[in-house]
C-alpha cells in the first residue's frame, strides 16, 4: 500500500493555464506539506497543513493555492501557470508530536512540465 | 533552523562503509540532526536521525560529536542501492529546510 500518493506523475501544459495536483497520505497524519524541487534540486518548502489548517506558507506566490479538504487530502492548485514554475512537486506528511521533530514522509512527485 | 554544510560530492567502493560528513557548528541545544536520501527522481526516504548520543537503525548510523558541532552518516556496507543525494538537516518543529546535500556515488 502507498503511504503518500500523489497524481498525476507526469503534468505538461501550457503557460498561462491552471491546474490541480492531489496528494492523499494513508498513514492517519495531521500534517501535510509541499515541496517544489527546481532544476537544480534544490528542495524547497512551500507550504504545510496541521488538521486542514495553513500553517506555514514560504514566499510563495499567491498563484498557488493549496486545498485540504480533510486531513488525508493536500491538493495544489496552480493558476495562470508560468515557464519558472516547471519543476517537481512532493507532497509529504507527517505526525506532529509524535516525536521530536517527527518524521515526514514523501510522495513520489508530480513532474511539471510548463512549455 | 542551523544552517548545515556538507561535500558536495563523494564516492565509496561497494561493500566499504560510506562516511558522509556534516558541519552544523551553529546548531542550538533543542535542534535534532536528520539525514534523509534522495534516489534519483523518487522523493527523499528518512535515514535517521538524532540530538546528542550516537543512534543507529537497520539502514545507517549517526555519530554526533560531543559538542554537536558535526555528525557523520555511516552506510556500513554500500550497495549500488545506495548511490543518492544524502541531506544532513538540523531541525526545530516541523519544517525541513533541505541544503544542497551530498550526492554519494557507490562504484561496482
Known amino acids: 500500500d502507498t503511504a503518500v500518493s500523489q497524481t498525476p506523475k507526469y503534468l505538461v501544459t501550457q503557460m498561462g493555464n491552471d491546474k490541480s495536483i492531489k496528494c492523499e497520505q494513508n498513514?492517519?497524519?495531521?500534517?501535510m506539506y509541499w515541496y517544489k524541487q527546481d532544476s537544480k534540486k534544490f528542495l524547497k518548502i512551500m507550504f504545510s497543513y496541521n488538521n486542514k489548517e495553513l500553517i506555514i506558507n514560504e514566499t510563495v506566490p499567491n498563484r498557488f493555492s493549496p486545498k485540504s479538504p480533510d486531513k488525508a487530502h493536500l491538493n495544489l492548485h496552480i493558476n495562470s501557470l508560468e515557464l519558472g514554475d516547471s519543476a517537481v512537486y512532493f507532497c509529504a506528511s507527517s505526525q506532529v508530536g509524535r516525536t521530536p521533530g517527527n518524521e515526514q514522509f514523501f510522495g513520489p512527485g508530480t513532474r511539471l512540465t510548463v512549455l | 533552523d542551523a544552517k548545515t554544510t556538507q561535500p558536495p560530492s563523494m564516492d565509496c567502493a561497494e561493500g566499504r562503509a560510506a562516511n558522509l560528513p556534516c558541519n552544523h557548528s551553529?546548531?542550538?541545544?533543542?535542534?535534532?540532526v536528520y539525514w534523509y536520501r534522495q534516489i534519483h527522481s523518487q522523493g527523499p526516504q528518512y535515514i535517521i536521525h538524532?540530538?546528542?548520543n550516537n543512534e543507529t537503525n537497520e539502514m545507517a548510523s549517526l555519530i554526533i560529536t560531543e559538542d554537536r558541532k558535526s555528525s557523520t552518516l555511516i552506510l556500513p556496507h554500500a550497495t549500488l542501492r545506495d548511490t543518492a543525494v544524502y541531506y544532513c538537516i538540523a531541525l526545530t518543529g516541523n519544517q525541513f529546510y533541505f541544503g544542497t546535500g551530498t550526492s554519494l556515488t557507490v562504484i561496482p
Open positions: 498513514l492517519g497524519h495531521d500534517t
Open positions: 538524532g540530538l546528542k
Open positions: 551553529t546548531i542550538s541545544g533543542n535542534e535534532y
